[in-house]
């Protein structure tokens, strides 16, 4: 009851349940009212905690997906470079594999209309 009214009530229904718990045991209101409220404290601690690590979880989850969606771009685009250009050097292979997930996109939109591996990392050649 003590906790219900700290949770739920007001001013005026804690200064109740105080005057209550004098009459019934004299000089222990506080430590009553106090246990209460350690209770209660402890209740949405663990509520919090509970909340933070859902949250955390959602939010690895996320970056997880992102990341693996990266990783599928960088590897097809890798194969599809492959294919249209033949072996890769290794700058090449090093930018891909720190691109962002907008320079992939760009990459992989010009791959099959570039003349050359150049051309698709935006380079020009001085004539």
Known sequence: MVR???VEGDETDAAMVR???REVTPNQETKVMGSALDAYKAEWKAEGIEIGVAEGIEIGVAKGQAKGMTKGKTELL???LIRRFGP???AALDRLASASDDQLNAWAESVLDAPSLDA???ERRAN
């Open 19 to 21: 005057d209550m718990l």
């Open 78 to 80: 890798t194969r599809l």
């Open 88 to 90: 890769l050097p290794d």
């Open 120 to 122: 698709v990392f935006g």
């Open 4 to 6: 219900y009214i700290m």
